[in-house]
C-alpha cells in the first residue's frame, strides 16, 4: 500500500505564504478574525490533504490541484482588470443589485437596498464594525479539510449579505465572483456570508467566472444563517476556466420553517468538488437542493452533500443532473442524516446522468443513516445515455441528428431548469448548457 | 408510391420480418392487422427507419427513391410519417418548437421558404380546431403529461401540419373514446387525397369504418399471409386469426 503523501513542501509553501500575508495585515493582526485564520493555518499543518484513501475523496484524485504552488490572492496587491471582463462575465439580463469580486476582492458595486439590509465586503466590515459579523464568523464551519482551512487563513474579504427581519429583498442579488490572473497561478478565498432574519426573504446569484491564462484554485466557502421563517435561495453558477479548480463548501443553518433553496450550476473547470451541507434545526424547516452539471473534454466533477435532520417535521428534496461528454467524470455522493429526535422527517434525493460518450463516467452513492423510526427517506440514482426512442422519434418528423440530441439534452436538464424562477436566468442557463456542450442551441418559442 | 419487396428485417438478432411484399399506390390506403407480436409495429419502424431494426434483406422504394439507405430525417423529409403507436414525450420541449422545427426541416427540403411565425400560428390553429384541441397545447412540452387520447391526437396533428406523402399511422385509434375516434377519423380523412398514401396499422375494424381501407392485410409472424378488400376486416372481426394461421401452417413453409 503506498503512503499517502505529506506534500512536505506544498505546506511549508502556504505557511511561509501566512507569514507573508500577517507581514501585510500589520497592525490587522489582533483581530479576532485574524484570531480564526491562524488557527486554521495551524489546523492545515497538522492535516494531510485530501486523498482517495479518505472515503469522502474516494473518487477525486486531486493531485493535479498539489502540482502547483499557488499564491494566495491576499498576498498581493489588488488585480487591475479590464471592465470589459466584467461586462462579458455579467448576467445582465437579470435586473439586479449586484457586486463584483475579483480574485476573492470587492472591486465594485451597483446597490440600491431598503434600510435593514448590510450588504456587500466583509473586509469593510472588518474595518468598520467587526462585531457585526463577529458571532457568524466565529462559528463557521471548522476547517473539515485543507481547502477550507486554507479558504480560512488566507481569506480576507468575500461577499456578506444580513438582512433584518421581515425584510423581503424584491430583486435579486448578483455577485459576479472573477479569478484569474496572466502572471501568477493565484489563489483565491472569498468567505462569503448570509444571514436572513426572521421571516426575511432574498434570491442571491452567484457567478463565478474565470479569465486570465493562468491556472488558478478557487476555494471559496459560503454560510448560510436561514433564521424562523426566512426564505433564501441561493443561484450558484459555475464556470470557471477550463484548466482551473473550484473547491467550495457551502454551510447553511437553518431554523423553524425557514426555507433554503440552493441551485448549484456546474460548467466550467477542470476539477470542481462542492460540499453542500444543511442543517435542519428547527422544526417545518425545508432545503432544496437543485443541480445541474455539464462535463466536457478531462472535466471532474464532484457533488457531496449532507443533509443534517435534528428535529421533527422538516423536508429535504435533492435532485441533481448530471449530462457527461468526452472523457469528463462525474460524483455524486449524496449522506442524509436522520437523528433520533428527527421524527416525520421527509427527505427525497435523486441523481441522474446521462453519459453522452463512453469514455465518460460516474460514481454515484447515495449514503443514508436514519436514527428515528417514522420517516420517509427515498433515493434514487439512474445513469443511462440518451433513450434511442426518442431520438428516431425526433428525427422523424425531419429533424436533424444534431438538433435531436440538444432536444433530447434540453429534456434531460428541463426539471432542473424549470426549477429556476427567475425567468431571464432560465433562458441564460438554457444557452449555457449548449455553449458549454457545444452543441447546436434549442430555443424554446 | 411505395413498393416493399421482399422486406426482411432483425430485431436484436431475431428475425422478425420475413418476407414482406407490398405495393401502396397514390391516394390508395392499406390496412394492416394481425396478432399482437406480428410484426406490424416493426414494419411501420423499419420504413421510417429505426435504427434499432436492422435490415438483413429486400428492398424499399419511395416513388422509386431507395429508402433504406436514408435516415430517419431524410425519410421525413422525403414524404414518410409514422405516427406513433406509442408516442415519445420530449419534456422541456414546446408543441410549438418542435412542430415548426420539423416543419421549417421539411419545407427546407422541398426548397421553401421557413414559415413565418404568424402563418405558422394560423396554420396549426386552424388544424387544431379541427382536432378538437386547446390551443394551450402548444406551448406545453411535447407529449408531456397528456392522456393517451391526447398523445394520439397530437400525432394526427402532426401529420396535418407537416403533410406527408405516405402515412403511416400505427393503432392510432387505440386508446381513444368514441368521440375522440371520430375526430381523429376525420383527421386522416382530411388528410388524404389522391396524391398520398395511408397505411395504418390496427386491431379493430370500428376504425375501417370511419377509414375505408382499399386493402386489408393480414401479418402473421413478419409475413403477409392474407390480403384482400375492406370486408376481410369484418371477416376478421367474425372468425378471428385462427383460420387464417391454420392455414398458412397447413400451405406450410
Ligand atoms: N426493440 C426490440 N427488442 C427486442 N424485441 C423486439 C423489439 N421490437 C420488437 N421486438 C419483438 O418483435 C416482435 C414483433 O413486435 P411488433 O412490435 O412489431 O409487433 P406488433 O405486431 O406491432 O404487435 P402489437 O399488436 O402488440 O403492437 C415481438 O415479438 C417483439 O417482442
Ligand atoms: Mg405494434
Redesign the interface.
Known sequence: MNKIPENTELKKWYSDQFDSFENKLNGGADTYFHQIRKKAISRFGEIDFPHQKNEDWKYTNISPVLKYNFKPASVLSETKIEDSLIENAFISEVECCSFVFVNGRLHSSKTNFPEGVTAGSLSEIMKKNPELVKQHIASLSENDNSFSALNAAFSEDGFVLLIDKNIQLEKPIQVLFLTGSDTENLLAAPRNLIVAGKNSSAEIIFNYRGFGSKVYLNSSVTEVFADDASNITLYNLQEENDDSFHIEKLQAHQTASSNFTHFSFTLGGKIIRNDINTKLSGENSASHLWGLYLGKNEQLIDHHTFIDHSVPHCESNELFKGILDDNSRGVFNGKILVQKDAQKTNAFQSNKAVLLNKNAKIDTKPQLEIYADDVKCTHGAAIGRL????Y??????????D??KS??I??F???V??KIEIDELKEIINHKIFEHLRRVE???? | MITIKNLHANVAGNGILRGIDLEVKKGEVHAIMGPNGSGKSTLANVLAGHEAYEVTGGEVLLEGKDLLDMAPEDRAREGVFLAFQYPVEIPGISNATFLKTALNEIRKCRGEEEISAKEFLQLVRKEMDKLGMDEKMLSRSVNAGFSGGEKKRNEILQLAVLNPKLALLDETDSGLDIDALKIVSEGVNNFKNKDNAVILVTHYQRLLNYIVPDFVHVLYKGRIIKSGGKELALELEEKGYDWLIKEDEAVGV
Open positions: 433513450d434511442d426512442t426518442a428516431f422519434y425526433i428525427r422523424s418528423r425531419g429533424i436533424p441528428a438538433v435531436a432536444m433530447q434540453r429534456a436538464a428541463t426539471d431548469v424549470e434549442v430555443v424554446n418559442e
